[in-house]
């Protein structure tokens, strides 16, 4: 673990017994991260989350900090609230961040980056007010140490956000540094990876578990370099996300030294000593095998390669898995659309009279695939549930396939859907009572 810089100088920090803490994530899985934060936080939170725009409220302690970062599969950042309070100009936001003592943040010899993120801000620079809060707290830590900290914008020791709304302004601390979506074992990408997080929210919002009766068996037949099945496996082992990578608040005075270090080192040990093989089967495929490679050489950074059946081939033509007697299968895949990359494979081909091949669209791949579907996927008695994310809203009318739910979600900044779709012989299976649109 490295150790805080300019920390042997210091004693420890204490927090507040309570902070308010923002958990960031992308639009629209707000309910599902509120979801998972009550999960695993202890009882005494639960009660004191709440999904808002963005994000959610939490009202926690500085262990829960720790236990976020770690655990939280659809989290972006967690961000605490340092001060709030009403702004009309750039100067009252310098006053304002005078206000916080940051010595029990930083010294002079760790370094910072001040972002900005506004709604309906009168301001007329944000440029200009990040420089205002920065010059606050240099100007602080000069007047008390002789020295001031140095900025850094890739990798600062404490991340500082300003948030500005029309008429009121808030501080945060960012403790998590680099997203929460880079869990450290994804090198080898594709031409358009899914993040993590978007890969967990749709697991999410398809209720998989990795259990026998929350989903059952997965298979993602367009897993490109992985993120799907990995994030599977993971979930599945039990294994928390942030295992394999470093926070910002283990450079940050107030979890760097004292109690909060050794909460730490207890966490991280209890977190990998629940870690179980998977009680159902992952299947993976992908057209490309260089994108089988690059997915397994990710799956055996993550530790997981073992509990993954990775092979090549088309969508369009590989059978579907053969499943223990009694389990449902669970499809879940971020198929190849105009935005983000070329359709591949044997849907990419036609043939002119001649009988020569040439590229298309690919506009007939969601057809032929779901009659690969009713070919393949409907003989399991225990049956199959497809969970597919596009941007085209039309996509259940082109398939032929009737959805049983659709929810809103967005991959980067295209709008998509995720559909589901009941793999059953004959007409499609009404939806399952609660399954109502999100």
Same mark, same amino acid.
């Given at each position: ?102 010595? =029990?943040? %930083? ?5 910072? /980056?001040?972002? #900005?993120?506004? +709604? @309906?801000?009168? $301001? ?14 240099? =100007?602080? %830590? ?5 020295? /001031?900290?140095? #900025?850094?914008? +890739? @990798?600062?020791? $404490? ?14 601390? =960012? ?7 880079? /869990? ?255």
């Amino acid at each position: 673990m490295p150790q805080c810089r300019y920390a042997a100088t210091i004693g420890p920090v204490s927090l507040p017994n309570k902070l308010s803490l923002f958990v960031s994530c992308p639009g629209g899985v707000e309910p599902l991260l509120e979801a998972e934060l009550k999960r695993f936080l202890p009882p005494g939170v639960r009660s004191k989350v709440e999904a808002l725009r963005g994000g959610c409220g939490v009202l926690g302690t500085a262990e829960d900090v720790l236990r976020i970062n770690l655990e939280s599969r659809l989290a972006q950042r967690v961000l605490v609230e340092i001060i709030e309070g009403p702004y009309r100009h750039d100067d009252d936001l310098y006053a304002l961040a005078r206000r916080v003592d940051w010595r =029990d943040w %930083l010294t002079p010899k760790h370094t910072l /980056r001040v972002d #900005v993120t506004a +709604q @309906r801000s009168p $301001l007329k620079s944000l440029n200009f007010a990040a420089l205002r809060i920065k010059d606050a707290i240099c =100007d602080q %830590l000069r007047e008390h140490t002789g020295e /001031r900290p140095s #900025v850094d914008t +890739q @990798r600062p020791d $404490l991340p500082v956000v300003l948030h500005v709304g029309p008429e009121r302004a808030a501080l945060y601390v =960012d403790t998590s540094g680099e997203p929460l979506f880079k /869990r450290g074992w994804r090198i080898d990408k594709g031409d358009a990876p899914l993040k993590e997080t978007l890969a967990a929210a749709m697991l999410a919002a398809a209720g998989w578990r990795g259990t026998f009766e929350e989903g059952g068996a997965l298979h993602d037949p367009c897993c490109g370099s992985g993120t799907i099945p990995i994030e599977a496996a993971l979930i599945a082992c039990d294994s928390a996300p942030g295992l394999q990578r470093r926070f910002a608040f283990e450079r940050q005075l107030p979890f760097a030294t004292g109690p909060m270090k050794a909460a730490w080192g207890e966490m991280t040990q209890a977190a990998r000593a629940r870690i179980h093989p998977p009680a159902v089967p992952i299947y993976a495929s992908d057209v490309a095998f260089r994108m089988v490679d690059f997915a397994r050489r990710n799956a055996e950074r993550a530790g997981v390669a073992q509990y993954i059946q990775f092979n090549g081939g088309d969508a369009l033509e590989r059978p579907a898995p053969q499943l223990p007697e009694g389990m449902p299968g669970c499809i879940v895949m971020n198929p190849p659309y105009g935005e983000r990359i070329e359709v591949r494979g044997k849907s990419a081909m036609t043939r002119d009279a001649g009988g020569s091949e040439a590229r298309d669209g690919g506009d007939d791949f969601f057809p032929r695939l779901a009659t690969h579907w009713k070919r393949q996927y409907t003989e399991n008695p225990a049956g199959w549930t497809a969970w597919m994310l596009s941007p085209d809203m039309k996509l259940p009318s082109r398939m032929r396939l009737k959805e049983s739910r659709r929810v809103p979600m967005w991959n980067g900044p295209i709008e998509c859907r995720l559909f589901r779709f009941d793999l059953v012989k004959g007409s499609a299976r009404k939806p399952a009572e609660g399954d109502a649109p999100a």
